[in-house]
């Protein structure tokens, strides 16, 4: 069982930056593939990035790329989405999701998820 609490979002500029930040409860948190995605309003949930329980490999949807950054640091249980250059159809709630699965970017295959983190940004 993991349990996810997602702070860091608020309110920002066009071209500024938030880092989101997902603390995980468990001792397995190092085995989880561990994944940011977010929904705005009127809209499905989108997956925004992914990185393995090993933090070897990263995903980032091409929205994402270039600007955001997923990184994880299994000793404190932390999992952080840096976000840089950030626009206003970056709005949305933003969800951490946590995945044993082994290395997935579908959502279905997610099996704990965060309340999430509302990330608003203006024009």
């Known amino acids: 069982q993991v349990q996810l609490v997602e702070s860091g979002g608020g309110l920002v500029q066009a071209g500024g930056s938030l880092r989101l930040s997902c603390a995980a409860s468990?001792?397995?948190?190092?085995?989880?593939?561990m994944g940011w995605f977010r929904q705005a309003p009127g809209k499905e949930r989108e997956l925004v990035a992914v990185?393995?329980?090993?933090?070897?490999?990263?995903y980032h949807a091409d929205s994402a790329k270039g600007r955001f950054t997923i990184s994880r640091d299994n000793a404190k249980n932390m999992v952080y989405l840096q976000m840089n250059s950030l626009k206003p159809e970056d709005t949305a709630v933003y969800y951490c999701?946590?995945?044993?699965?082994?290395?997935?970017?579908?959502?279905?295959?997610?099996?704990?998820w965060g309340q999430g983190t509302q990330v608003t940004v203006s024009s």
């Open positions: 468990g001792r397995t948190f190092s085995r989880y593939t």
């Open positions: 999701a946590a995945s044993g699965e082994g290395a997935t970017v579908v959502a279905g295959d997610f099996d704990y």
């Open positions: 990185i393995s329980w090993s933090a070897g490999t990263t």
